[in-house]
C-alpha cells in the first residue's frame, strides 16, 4: 500500500502538470533521441553480428582456448583485487575528510581527486621508471589503486556529506557502539554510492590499455589491442572482444544486483542537521598518515617522475613543432568531441526530465550499457563497419568523433539531465504563451538555463578525449598525432625523457578539468 500511496503521489501531479505534454509537443526530440540510441548500439549489434557470422564451431575454438582462460583469471582476479582495495581506501578517505576533525581537510578531499588529472598509462610509467621490477598482477592492482580510486572517493565522500545524522543518533542510543554503527547505520547508506563507484573502476579496468602494458600484465583489452596490430581485425581478435563485452554485461548485472531497491530517504519535516565531526585525539597523527601517504604514491610519483625525465632530457626533448602539433590536434579533437557528445546528449536529457516513462528508460539504458563498453571494442566495431561498408570513412575525422560520441556520451548525459532538472518547466510554458514556438521557448529557457551544467558535460568529455589512447590509435586519420600518441609513441621506444614533456602538458591541461569535477560533486552534495 505504501508503494502504491507513493506511486500515486508522485504520478498525478504529473498527469495534472502535464509534465508529459512536451514529448508529442516536440517529437523531433523523441525521434532524434530514438536515432542517437540506434547508432549507440553498433558495437553491441557488430559482436553479435560477428559472433552469428562467424558460426559456433569458429567461435567454440576461438573462444574455448588456454589462451582465453589465463586472460579471464588475469581479468579476475585484477577485478576482485583492485576493485575492494579502492572501495576501502576511497571509504577511509571519505570519512576522515567529511566526518573528522582531519587538520586540512579540505585540502585533502581536493587532493584525493586530484589523482584523475594523471592518466592511467602516464601512473605507470612513472611507477615503471621509479621501480623498474614492478610487473604482473600485483603492479596491475597497485597501479589501478593508485590511479582509479577517485573514482570511488568522489561518490563516497559526496553521500557522507548528504548522510542524516539522526539515524546514527538513534542507534548509538539504543547502545551500539561507534563501530556497530558504521556498519549497520552507515554503511548501509553509502550503498548506492559504493557500488557506483565500484562499477566505474571496474569498467575503467576492464577498458584499460597503456596502463597493463608498462608493467606487462596481459588482459583481454592488451590482447585485442595486440591481435588486431597483428591480423588487421581477425575474427580472433573478434571474439576476444565479444567475450571482453560478456563481462561488461556480468560486472553491470552484479551492480544492479548488490545495489538492491532499498533506499534511505528523510521524510519528516525539516532539514537534516549537520553532523559535528569527530575529534580524532590521540589517533590524529595516524589517520593523517594516511593521505599523505596516499597524496605521495598518486601525485607524489608521477610528478617527481616527469620532472625527473625532464631535467635528464634537458631543453633537447622540448621539440617545440612536434609538441604544439600535438597539442593543437588533441585541443581540436577534445573541442570537437565534446560539443558533439554534449549536442548528442541533449535530446536524452531533455526528456529523461521533462518525459519520463518506459520508452525515455529504454533509451537511456541503451547509451549506458553502450557507454560502459571499452573504447577497444567500439574501435574495432567502427573500423570493421568503415571497411565492409562505408570506406570512404575509414580513418577519417567522422569516424574518430563519432567513437568519442558513443564513448563518452554518459559523461555528457549526466551532467546535461542534472542541469536541465533545474531549469523549471513553467518557463517553457510561460515563453510558449507568449507566442514562440515550442523550440524557440526551448532554446530561450531551459537551454540557456542548462548551459552551465553542458559546459562542465562538455569539460569532462574532453577530459576523457584528451587522455584517451586505444581508438585514437585504430580510428585516427593518417598524420593524427595527439598527446596521448606522441606519449605512448616515445614511451614504446624507451625514450621516457622525450615522452616526459608529452606526460606533463597532458597532467596541466587535465588539472583544471579535474578541480571542476570536484566542485561539481561539492554542488551537488548542496556545499
Not at 589517520?287 to 631535467?311: K, Y
Request: proline residues 6%.
Amino acid at each position: 500500500m505504501a508503494a502504491s500511496g507513493e506511486f500515486a503521489q508522485t504520478d498525478a501531479p504529473a498527469r495534472m502538470s502535464g509534465r508529459r505534454a512536451p514529448a508529442r509537443s516536440f517529437p523531433l526530440i523523441t525521434l532524434t533521441a530514438i536515432i542517437i540510441s540506434i547508432l549507440a548500439l553498433l558495437p553491441l549489434a557488430f559482436v553479435i553480428f560477428i559472433a552469428i557470422q562467424t558460426g559456433w564451431a569458429t567461435v567454440v575454438q576461438l573462444v574455448f582456448r588456454p589462451r582465453v582462460g589465463e586472460l579471464l583469471v588475469n581479468t579476475v582476479l585484477l577485478v576482485i583485487l583492485a576493485v575492494p582495495i579502492c572501495a576501502v581506501l576511497s571509504v577511509a578517505l571519505a570519512w576522515l575528510t567529511e566526518r573528522s576533525d582531519l587538520p586540512g581537510a579540505r585540502l585533502w578531499s581536493w587532493l584525493a581527486v586530484a589523482p584523475l588529472a594523471v592518466p592511467a598509462f602516464v601512473h605507470s610509467y612513472a611507477w615503471i621508471t621509479f621501480w623498474p621490477d614492478l610487473n604482473g598482477l600485483f603492479a596491475g592492482v597497485w597501479v589501478s589503486v593508485i590511479a582509479y580510486f577517485p573514482f570511488l572517493y568522489l561518490p563516497v565522500s559526496a553521500a557522507f556529506r548528504r548522510l542524516d545524522p539522526a539515524l546514527e543518533d538513534a542507534a548509538a542510543s539504543l547502545g551500539l557502539s561507534p563501530w556497530r554503527v558504521f556498519f549497520r547505520v552507515v554503511l548501509p547508506q553509502l550503498r548506492l554510492a559504493l557500488c557506483g563507484g565500484a562499477l566505474l573502476v571496474g569498467l575503467h579496468l576492464l577498458a584499460e590499455y597503456g596502463l597493463y602494458v608498462f608493467v606487462r600484465f596481459d588482459t583481454f583489452t592488451t590482447a585485442i589491442v595486440d591481435q588486431f596490430q597483428s591480423t588487421f581485425n581477425g575474427p580472433a581478435a573478434n571474439m576476444l572482444a565479444g567475450v571482453l563485452v560478456a563481462c561488461c554485461l556480468v560486472l553491470l548485472t552484479i551492480e544492479v544486483l548488490v545495489r538492491g531497491e532499498e533506499r534511505y530517504a528523510r521524510v519528516g519535516s525539516g532539514a537534516a542537521r549537520l553532523k559535528p565531526r569527530t575529534a580524532l585525539g590521540r589517533v590524529t597523527l595516524p589517520c593523517l598518515l594516511l593521505p599523505i601517504a596516499v597524496t605521495l604514491l598518486a601525485i607524489g610519483v608521477p610528478f617527481l617522475t616527469i620532472g625527473r625525465w625532464l631535467i635528464a632530457g634537458g631543453s633537447e626533448v622540448w621539440r617545440m613543432d612536434e609538441i604544439g602539433l600535438a597539442l593543437g590536434q588533441t585541443l581540436f579533437l577534445a573541442i570537437a568531441g565534446g560539443i558533439l557528445a554534449t549536442i548528442a546528449a541533449t535530446p536524452m536529457a531533455w526528456l529523461s526530465i521533462r518525459a519520463p516513462g518506459r520508452l525515455q528508460r529504454i533509451l537511456e539504458g541503451c547509451n549506458y550499457v553502450v557507454g560502459a563498453l571499452p573504447g577497444v571494442v567500439v574501435a574495432l566495431a567502427l573500423v570493421t563497419i568503415a571497411v565492409r561498408v562505408v570506406q570512404p570513412l575509414y580513418q577519417t575525422l567522422a569516424t574518430i568523433l563519432f567513437a568519442y560520441v558513443l564513448m563518452f556520451l554518459p559523461r555528457a548525459l549526466v551532467s546535461l539531465r542534472a542541469s536541465i532538472a533545474q531549469a523549471p518547466v513553467e518557463l517553457e510554458r510561460a515563453a510558449g504563451s507568449l507566442g514562440r514556438s515550442p523550440l524557440k521557448a526551448l532554446w530561450a529557457t531551459t537551454i540557456r538555463l542548462s548551459a552551465p551544467g553542458a559546459a562542465a558535460g562538455m569539460a569532462l568529455v574532453a577530459l576523457g578525449i584528451m587522455n584517451e589512447l586505444t581508438a585514437t590509435q585504430m580510428l585516427a586519420p593518417n598524420g593524427t598525432r595527439t598527446l596521448a600518441m606522441a606519449f605512448w609513441n616515445y614511451s614504446g621506444e624507451i625514450d621516457y625523457a622525450a615522452a616526459a614533456p608529452y606526460a606533463a602538458i597532458m597532467v596541466l591541461m587535465s588539472l583544471p578539468l579535474t578541480w571542476l569535477l570536484y566542485v561539481q560533486s561539492k554542488r551537488m552534495a548542496g556545499q
